[in-house]
T-cell receptor
Framework: AQKVTQAQTEISVVEKEDVTLDCVYETRDTTYYLFWYKQPPSGELVFLIRRNSFDEQNEISGRYSWNFQKSTSSFNFTITASQVVDSAVYFC????????????FGTGTSLTVIP | GAGVSQSPSNKVTEKGKDVELRCDPISGHTALYWYRQSLGQGLEFLIY????????KSGLPSDRFSAERTGGSVSTLTIQRTQQEDSAVYLC?????????????FGPGTRLTVL
């Protein structure tokens, strides 16, 4: 079965704090892809990152970083020195070579950054 | 515009009426997805189109839901005999390639309210 779990429903942090959003996935595919999307209050989902299952290198992009660990089936997302503009719902998603091109999204984590 | 567009942005209808939701994907994108996002929920996959292949309809919740894609471009999602539980935001996404590796570009969504 393909499944994405984002156990944190809502998180609030004070501006400039670091925050980590958890994502745990389940898949039987040996080749799969993991994604993070941001959904700001305006509603339109914005792509943040894609990672394939063969690349476990962590990635940093500005204040964003991602920690992919196949051993724990996790793909966590950290925002460093959070800002009010980071307030949004963040979705983790999974797709696999054998899932008929379907994408499986988690239920999202709503992040509120308090000024 | 260069992005995915959806119309209408908001639709209020009475229970039992039929509705049509439209999606214009990014030009040249061969893949098109429809999702449903209920309040506080993740994205629920509905249907997937890839080029001229038969669509993957495995996510459609009932036979009241149908979708078509004309000329490999514009898509219409039709909900017949709407029910209150159909109230949600319907999101359309398109992507360049096949399979799960391609990032999706999302439209702004259509908010459907069934009274």
């Amino acid at each position: 079965a393909q499944k994405v779990t984002q156990a944190q429903t809502e998180i609030s942090v004070v501006e400039k704090e670091d925050v980590t959003l958890d994502c745990v996935y389940e898949t039987r595919d040996t080749t799969y892809y993991l994604f993070w999307y941001k959904q700001p209050p305006s509603g339109e989902l914005v792509f943040l990152i894609r990672r394939n299952s063969f690349d476990e290198q962590n990635e940093i992009s500005g204040r964003y970083s991602w920690n992919f660990q196949k051993s724990t089936s996790s793909f966590n997302f950290t925002i460093t020195a959070s800002q009010v503009v980071d307030s949004a719902v963040y979705f983790c998603a999974l797709s696999g070579m054998n899932t008929g091109n379907q994408f499986y999204f988690g239920t999202g984590t709503s992040l509120t950054v308090i000024p | 515009g260069a992005g995915v567009s959806q119309s209408p942005s908001n639709k209020v209808t009475e229970k039992g009426k039929d509705v049509e939701l439209r999606c214009d994907p990014i030009s040249g994108h061969t893949a098109l997805y429809w999702y449903r996002q209920s309040l506080g929920q993740g994205l629920e996959f509905l249907i997937y189109f890839q080029g001229n292949s038969a669509p993957d309809k495995s996510g459609l919740p009932s036979d009241r839901f149908s979708a078509e894609r004309t000329g490999g471009s514009v898509s219409t999602l039709t909900i017949q005999r709407t029910q209150q539980e159909d109230s949600a935001v319907y999101l359309c996404a398109s992507s360049l390639g096949t399979g799960g590796a391609s990032r999706q570009f999302f439209g702004p969504g259509t908010r459907l309210t069934v009274l």
